[in-house]
Every structure is written in C-alpha cells, then in structure tokens.
T-cell receptor, first 113, second 111 residues
C-alpha cells in the first residue's frame, strides 16, 4: 500500500523568506503525487500535481514542487512566503494500480510577519 | 457546476444513533472516496469506489457502510454512532490520473 511521510509537524518562516514543506512517499508502481492546502474550517484545495514529465512542477499561488525519484521525495516550495500562505499543507500519493489516494499527516505552515 | 456537494455541514448525534452523510458530484467522475480528518492524523481513507456498483474498504472502514448505486452519489452510513467517530468527514471524486476534488466537509460530533 502507498504511504506518505511529512516529517515536520509545523514549519515557521518569516514573510518574504523561501518556504519548503517536505514530503517523501512510498508506492509500488509509478506515483501520481499531489499537494493540497487547507485553510481553517475549509475543505482541501488542489495546489499542484506530478504525473509524468518535468521534475519541477508549477502550481497555484506561486507554489512549485520538485519530484526526485531516487530520493522518493516531492517537496513543496515557494520562493517568497506570504502571511496568507499560513495554512495546513498535505502531500498525497496515488497508486496507478488501485487509484487510492493516501495522505500524509499534514504540515502546519506559519508565516511570521 | 457544483462540484462535490456534501450534506449536512454539521451534525450532532447521540451514541448509538445511525445516520447517512450525503455526497453528490456532477462531474461524471468514476472514482469517489470518503475520508475522515482528525487532528495530527491527516486524512484517512474510510471507503472508496471505482464506479457505480463497486466499492472497497479503506484503512478505517469499521462502523461505516457505503453504496454506489449511481455515478453521482456516494452516501456514507454510520450504523451505530460512537464518540470515536467524532471527526470531520470529506467526500472526494476524481477521474483516473487526476487529483481528487473535495467537498466542503461534514463536522460530526457524537455525544
């Protein structure tokens, strides 16, 4: 079964500084990888995905993620964080075979003004 | 285009009561799933479906039933509610290889 690890519970970053949220995954076949964001008392919003192709994927709100097959990682990045980026971020992996989507535990991102 | 619609948004149940959480999507997606979200535990898959008439268990299926009689609807039934089922429940739908689209969630409290 596929699984996702998000090693840090919370990431604190100063406004204007680069933001990185880490994710590693385990899946038996080719991975489909996703990042979602959740604002307080809201549902999950899709940020970006990796299916195939370029290892650097660009998504919504200035976010991007880098797929690294050898390290089985899919870290989320943003060059310059905004206070409005403060939210809960989830990494997810979908197995090509069973199409089930497995989530990590989530990372709380706090951007400090 | 409504996307994924979940009802109700909030519900309080007494221990032992049963209820159905409704989920409907209008995107003709073949895949649908139910997740529960608990603090510090991320989203855990309860049940999922790969098409009408086909369902399967996720990682936390006990105490829940599902059916998929149509492509659009995927209701989640709590058979006999327990305090451990207090959670936020999300329904989601997808096409193959695409990300899932999530509903706005149902916040359930079992007292």
């Amino acid at each position: 079964a596929q699984s996702v690890a998000q090693p840090e519970d919370q990431v604190n970053v100063a406004e204007g500084n680069p933001l990185t949220v880490k994710c590693t995954y385990s899946v038996s076949g080719n991975p489909y990888l996703f990042w979602y964001v959740q604002y307080p008392n809201r549902g999950l919003q899709f940020l970006l995905k990796y299916i195939t192709g370029d290892n650097l994927v660009k998504g919504s709100y200035g976010f991007e993620a880098e797929f690294n097959k050898s390290q089985t990682s899919f870290h989320l990045k943003k060059p310059s964080a905004l206070v409005s980026d403060s939210a809960l971020y989830f990494c997810a992996v979908r197995d090509y075979g069973n199409n089930r989507l497995a989530f990590g535990k989530g990372n709380q991102v706090v951007v400090i003004p | 285009n409504a996307g994924v619609t979940q009802t109700p948004k909030f519900q309080v149940l007494k221990t032992g009561q049963s209820m159905t959480l409704q989920c409907a999507q209008d995107m003709n997606h073949e895949y649908m799933s139910w997740y529960r979200q608990d603090p510090g535990m991320g989203l855990r898959l309860i049940h999922y479906s790969v098409g009408a008439g086909i369902t399967d268990q996720g990682e936390v299926p006990n105490g829940y039933n599902v059916s998929r009689s149509t492509t659009e609807d995927f209701p989640l039934r709590l058979l006999s509610a327990a305090p451990s089922q207090t959670s936020v429940y999300f329904c989601a739908s997808s096409r193959q290889k695409y990300g899932y689209t999530f509903g706005s969630g149902t916040r359930l409290t079992v007292v």
